[in-house]
């Protein structure tokens, strides 16, 4: 497949995997996010713990970039801002879904990522991607479901649906930042800082409207260390090291990739569930996370094989 993110020096199948490795631990912390943002968040305070979980993070940032920050150009700013109101979108439509629907339907639907963004791409480079790609994908998706009916997979709800709009909006987001020629040559920290400081504008400004739910001041007042140390977990770890890792292999690899190894985000929240909440997977979860498991090393080959 003619990929529209792989850039001139394209990795080789044989060192691709310093840049999967990566990747894949980001879908280590995102699967592990769920569980961690259950236990701080309410339907009342999901703007006001965006506001913190954004902010905590950005000083740093700006303190350690400032000076390549200032060598970015207008097109560079213009296009990581952009990239970070689509980043606002993403949590706003995930946090929101998980409050109001079950952890099981927002690790299935989420993961419809795999599936939306090889077509998306496909689409944008008018081009038809592998079919070893597809049925990889697909494969995946049906391990997830698998995966997922431990908990059984319940009635659809409003939840449902924003999850399945947060899908829709990573695909974007991992298309965007391929395809937006201004970010590419530009240093993947400042990119990151900038995308998080728009973001954060646009968690503070929905803050301040009345009606949002609590105030970032008031949810931090009533934190204690747990509290705290799960939203540094998301801070540092869900947010930062996420965004800058994705940011960072977009541009060596395809989109679509990307997303088959995010894909595995729902069987990582599984093995969370299972390590720390007690859950089990039973005889067919197993079956499911094998599934995952063999479908996104299928679809690495198969995108080695189109990458040569």
Not at 86 to 95: A, H, K, M, R
Not at 133 to 149: D, N
Request: net charge positive.
């Amino acid at each position: 497949m003619s990929s529209i993110a792989v850039p001139a020096a394209a990795l080789a199948p044989r060192r691709a995997w310093l840049t999967d490795l990566p990747v894949l631990l980001v879908a280590v912390v995102w699967g592990a996010s769920y569980l961690a943002a259950k236990g701080i968040t309410t339907t009342h305070t999901v703007v006001a713990v965006l506001v913190l979980r954004f902010a905590l993070v950005l000083p740093a940032l700006a303190v350690a970039g400032h000076r390549k920050l200032r060598a970015l150009t207008g097109a560079q700013w213009r296009g990581a801002a952009l990239l970070g109101l689509v980043l606002s979108v993403i949590f706003l439509l995930e946090t929101y879904g998980v409050v109001h629907t079950s952890a099981t339907n927002a690790g299935l639907i989420i993961s419809l990522t795999m599936i939306f963004t090889p077509l998306a791409e496909a689409a944008v480079s008018r081009t038809r991607p592998p079919r070893a790609f597809v049925a990889a994908a697909g494969l995946s998706v049906a391990g997830v479901v698998l995966l997922t009916q431990g908990g059984g997979f319940t009635t659809p709800s409003p939840g449902d649906l924003l999850m399945l709009l947060a899908a829709l909006a990573r695909t974007l987001h991992v298309l965007a930042m391929a395809r937006i020629k201004a970010v590419r040559g530009a240093d993947s920290l400042s990119l990151t800082t900038v995308q998080l400081g728009s973001a954060v504008v646009v968690f503070a400004l929905l803050a301040a409207v009345p009606g949002t739910g609590a105030s970032p001041w008031s949810v931090a007042a009533g934190f204690g260390p747990r509290e705290w140390a799960v939203l540094l977990f998301l801070s540092l770890f869900c947010t930062l090291f996420a965004f800058f890792v994705q940011m960072w292999a977009v541009r060596r690899t395809s989109p679509s990739r990307v997303s088959l190894l995010l894909g595995t985000e729902p069987l990582w929240a599984a093995a969370s569930g299972t390590a720390i909440a007690g859950e089990h997977l039973g005889a067919l979860g197993l079956v499911g996370a094998g599934l995952v498991l063999a479908g996104t090393t299928w679809g690495r080959r198969a995108a080695d094989r189109a990458d040569c």
